[in-house]
């Protein structure tokens, strides 16, 4: 290589000595199980989650958790987590980067909006479309200018009778001598009538492009765990294969296995749980290959898979977060193998999504294909000893609720009650913040002003069965506290903040508002901060005192009976329950119930201060 004139000098100084950088090896590395353990033991003893007394390897207690399936995930992988796995590894077949798909509602829109969307999606990097559809659909104008041999079509139509043959039918009309470009799906869903399903396949096959959805997000948007979305995926296919390859209508015969499986693409939902989703989808693979082995073998035929990233763990409130959510989702959707990828926008739990959230949506796949560059390896999370044992406990757990509920005749009702409990254990966990939300139970912004968004039929019918994980804080923060609460701060600055923090976000979170005392020193500046705050605000029934043990023994009694006599009638100590207050809050505490108690107190004292 010649040396450029004018250019700088290589900084040699800078490079290490050839050879100094010595990797370990399976043969030199010294470290065993053990020293692990005694290093994270150390860090737990610090942070008092053990003890001097505990040993080490008790820190798998500690560190592992379970999910909602009872799966243990542990902190680490090791190599004997692999050593007993029930299958062997089907890895994804897709190489480079996926399907990047847009989803439009085109019901309620006018179609030349919907097409000027769509347009842009296209142009702006899109490589297929989802479109939400019904007899009213205009395709032809919602469609118009756009390339239909290279952008394929995904049609989604209600499950009424019929529906889904009219959406079939009208596309392809649409479609006339154009060839359909590979993935191109007339989109009726698997749980339609089963005259509907052998006639959108018996079309499929005609126009050669794919026929049927099986769609895991609609039990998954009322609240199932990963388990129970893959076995009602399960579930679903499998009624789909029944139907098609039993079809005798109009004279038909039923299809074979292979070509009945081959017109299938299943629709799951990924989430911000990035190694649960990732396995998630290598365990579909998995087990709809184990379906088609069992029912006489389809070889050479694939799952396809379409991912979603979660609508019910998105938020209308801090939406902004929604865009993290769904970049992490994407990339367990990425390296777990999907075939398309939909992001749906981040202000899509508001309404319509605007250019915006369009244009975000599309790009996080692109950031991720084009600059992480995921694209580049097959299954890359492949081997690693954490993500195959939670792909086998995953697909087991999902295996054995798919035994349960398969033949059922409404599966949705099937699936109720396993989704009920789910909901009910999940809330649980987010209602004592085990499980945050970031923007809603985490880090609340009372001031925050939401963007405004349009609500429409296609909205509706989208997100209406929705269940989102943190409804009930954002039923709390759709209707806020009246007046605020008193935060009053006992002692200095240093010796409060962390209390005072605390219990200022947790009040937000529940829709409350805090007017804090200050720096106080005695019960006298504490009354009088709160004389203060009453004369801007009027009378603010429910105080929170926050500060310090040492502050609380040497002067919190005395505090709180000093705000009782100012005026206060709900006293709550933010620490340890004491005989002076009515209520405390501290880490681990029930937030819904504490929060549902003091509106309570602020609102039973407010409506008392009206009659009077």
Same mark, same amino acid.
């Given at each position: 290589?010649?040396?450029?004139?004018?250019?700088?000098?290589?900084?040699?100084?800078?490079?290490?000595?050839?050879?100094?950088?010595?990797?370990?090896?399976?043969?030199?590395?010294?470290?065993?199980?053990?020293?692990?353990?005694?290093?994270?033991?150390?860090?737990?003893?610090?942070?008092?989650?053990?003890?001097?007394?505990?040993?080490?390897?008790?820190?798998?207690?500690?560190?592992?958790?379970?999910?909602?399936?009872?799966?243990?995930?542990?902190?680490?992988?090791?190599?004997?987590?692999?050593?007993?796995?029930?299958?062997?590894?089907?890895?994804?077949?897709?190489?480079?980067?996926?399907?990047?798909?847009?989803?439009?509602?085109?019901?309620?829109?006018?179609?030349?909006?919907?097409?000027?969307?769509?347009?842009?999606?296209?142009?702006?990097?899109?490589?297929?479309?989802?479109?939400?559809?019904?007899?009213?659909?205009?395709?032809?104008?919602?469609?118009?200018?756009?390339?239909?041999?290279?952008?394929?079509?995904?049609?989604?139509?209600?499950?009424?009778?019929?529906?889904?043959?009219?959406?079939?039918?009208?596309?392809?009309?649409?479609?006339?001598?154009?060839?359909?470009?590979?993935?191109?799906?007339?989109?009726?869903?698997?749980?339609?009538?089963?005259?509907?399903?052998?006639?959108?396949?018996?079309?499929?096959?005609?126009?050669?492009?794919?026929?049927?959805?099986?769609?895991?997000?609609?039990?998954?948007?009322?609240?199932?765990?990963?388990?129970?979305?893959?076995?009602?995926?399960?579930?679903?296919? @499998?009624?789909? *294969? &029944?139907?098609?390859? !039993? $079809?005798? #209508?109009? %004279?038909?015969? +039923?299809? =074979?296995?292979? /070509?009945?499986?081959?017109?299938?693409?299943?629709?799951?939902?990924?989430?911000?749980?990035?190694?649960?989703?990732?396995?998630?989808?290598?365990?579909?693979?998995?087990?709809?290959?184990?379906?088609?082995?069992?029912?006489?073998?389809?070889?050479?035929?694939?799952?396809?898979?379409?991912?979603?990233?979660?609508?019910?763990?998105?938020?209308?409130?801090?939406?902004? @977060?929604?865009? *993290? &959510?769904?970049?992490? !989702? $994407?990339? #367990?959707? %990425?390296?777990? +193998?999907? =075939?398309?990828? /939909?992001?749906?926008?981040?202000?899509?739990?508001?309404?319509?999504?605007?250019?915006?959230?369009?244009?975000?949506?599309?790009?996080?796949?692109?950031?991720?294909?084009?600059?992480?560059?995921?694209?580049?390896?097959?299954?890359?999370?492949?081997?690693?000893?954490?993500?195959?044992?939670?792909?086998?406990?995953?697909?087991?757990?999902?295996?054995?609720?798919?035994?349960?509920?398969?033949?059922?005749?409404?599966?949705? $009702?099937?699936?109720?009650?396993?989704?009920?409990?789910?909901?009910?254990?999940?809330?649980?966990?987010?209602?004592?913040?085990?499980?945050?939300?970031?923007?809603?139970?985490?880090?609340?912004?009372?001031?925050?002003?939401?963007?405004?968004?349009?609500?429409?039929?296609?909205?509706?019918?989208?997100?209406?069965?929705?269940?989102?994980?943190?409804?009930?804080?954002?039923?709390?923060?759709?209707?806020?506290?009246?007046?605020?609460?008193?935060?009053?701060?006992?002692?200095?600055?240093?010796?409060?903040?962390?209390?005072?923090?605390?219990?200022?976000?947790?009040?937000?979170?529940?829709?409350?508002?805090?007017?804090?005392?200050?720096?106080?020193?005695?019960?006298?500046?504490?009354?009088?901060?709160?004389?203060?705050?009453?004369?801007?605000?009027?009378?603010?029934?429910?105080?929170?005192?926050?500060?310090?043990?040492?502050?609380?023994?040497?002067?919190?009694?005395?505090?709180?009976?000093?705000?009782?006599?100012?005026?206060?009638?709900?006293?709550?100590?933010?620490?340890?329950?004491?005989?002076?207050?009515?209520?405390?809050?501290?880490?681990?505490?029930?937030?819904?119930?504490?929060?549902?108690?003091?509106?309570?107190?602020?609102?039973?004292?407010?409506?008392?201060?009206?009659?009077?």
């Amino acid at each position: 290589m010649s040396e450029v004139e004018g250019g700088l000098d290589e900084p040699t100084e800078l490079q290490p000595d050839q050879g100094a950088l010595a990797l370990a090896d399976p043969e030199t590395d010294a470290w065993v199980q053990a020293d692990w353990e005694a290093e994270t033991a150390r860090v737990l003893r610090k942070s008092r989650r053990l003890t001097d007394e505990d040993p080490d390897a008790s820190v798998w207690d500690k560190l592992t958790r379970s999910t909602l399936d009872g799966i243990a995930v542990a902190p680490i992988g090791r190599p004997q987590d692999a050593d007993h796995l029930t299958a062997g590894v089907l890895r994804p077949s897709r190489t480079g980067g996926w399907d990047v798909r847009a989803h439009l509602g085109a019901r309620s829109v006018p179609a030349k909006d919907a097409n000027e969307t769509l347009l842009v999606d296209l142009e702006g990097g899109v490589t297929s479309l989802w479109l939400r559809v019904d007899a009213s659909t205009d395709l032809d104008a919602v469609l118009k200018g756009v390339y239909l041999d290279l952008a394929p079509v995904v049609l989604e139509a209600p499950r009424e009778p019929g529906a889904g043959v009219a959406a079939a039918q009208a596309f392809l009309a649409h479609l006339e001598a154009t060839t359909p470009a590979p993935g191109t799906n007339l989109g009726v869903d698997a749980l339609a009538p089963a005259a509907d399903l052998v006639a959108v396949a018996r079309l499929a096959l005609d126009a050669g492009v794919l026929g049927i959805v099986v769609d895991a997000t609609t039990v998954h948007d009322r609240g199932a765990s990963d388990a129970q979305d893959l076995a009602y995926a399960l579930a679903v296919g @499998v009624r789909a *294969l &029944r139907v098609l390859t !039993a $079809a005798e #209508a109009d %004279g038909g015969a +039923g299809l =074979d296995l292979a /070509t009945a499986a081959g017109l299938l693409e299943f629709r799951i939902a990924v989430t911000d749980e990035q190694f649960p989703s990732i396995a998630k989808l290598r365990a579909a693979r998995r087990l709809w290959a184990r379906v088609l082995e069992l029912s006489g073998g389809a070889g050479g035929v694939e799952q396809r898979q379409h991912a979603v990233t979660s609508r019910p763990m998105t938020s209308r409130f801090d939406p902004y @977060v929604n865009m *993290l &959510r769904t970049t992490v !989702a $994407a990339f #367990a959707a %990425g390296v777990g +193998g999907a =075939d398309s990828v /939909t992001v749906l926008p981040f202000d899509a739990p508001l309404g319509r999504p605007e250019v915006l959230g369009r244009r975000v949506a599309r790009n996080i796949s692109h950031l991720l294909i084009d600059e992480a560059h995921l694209g580049k390896v097959g299954d890359i999370a492949g081997g690693a000893y954490a993500v195959e044992r939670l792909t086998d406990d995953l697909a087991v757990a999902a295996w054995s609720v798919f035994t349960e509920t398969d033949g059922e005749d409404d599966l949705d $009702a099937a699936f109720a009650p396993l989704v009920d409990a789910t909901v009910a254990a999940r809330e649980k966990q987010v209602a004592t913040r085990r499980r945050p939300l970031t923007g809603l139970s985490e880090f609340p912004n009372l001031a925050e002003e939401l963007p405004e968004r349009v609500r429409d039929a296609d909205w509706h019918a989208e997100w209406g069965a929705v269940r989102p994980y943190g409804a009930s804080f954002e039923a709390l923060r759709d209707t806020p506290a009246d007046r605020p609460a008193f935060l009053a701060t006992v002692g200095t600055v240093a010796t409060h903040t962390a209390r005072a923090t605390f219990a200022t976000n947790l009040l937000a979170a529940g829709g409350v508002a805090v007017e804090p005392a200050g720096a106080t020193d005695d019960a006298e500046a504490l009354a009088a901060a709160y004389e203060a705050a009453v004369g801007t605000h009027g009378p603010l029934p429910v105080v929170v005192l926050a500060g310090a043990d040492a502050t609380y023994g040497a002067w919190g009694a005395e505090a709180a009976a000093a705000l009782r006599a100012a005026g206060a009638r709900h006293v709550v100590i933010a620490g340890k329950q004491t005989d002076y207050a009515d209520d405390a809050c501290a880490m681990g505490v029930d937030a819904l119930a504490f929060l549902g108690r003091t509106r309570a107190a602020l609102g039973q004292a407010l409506g008392q201060e009206s009659q009077a």
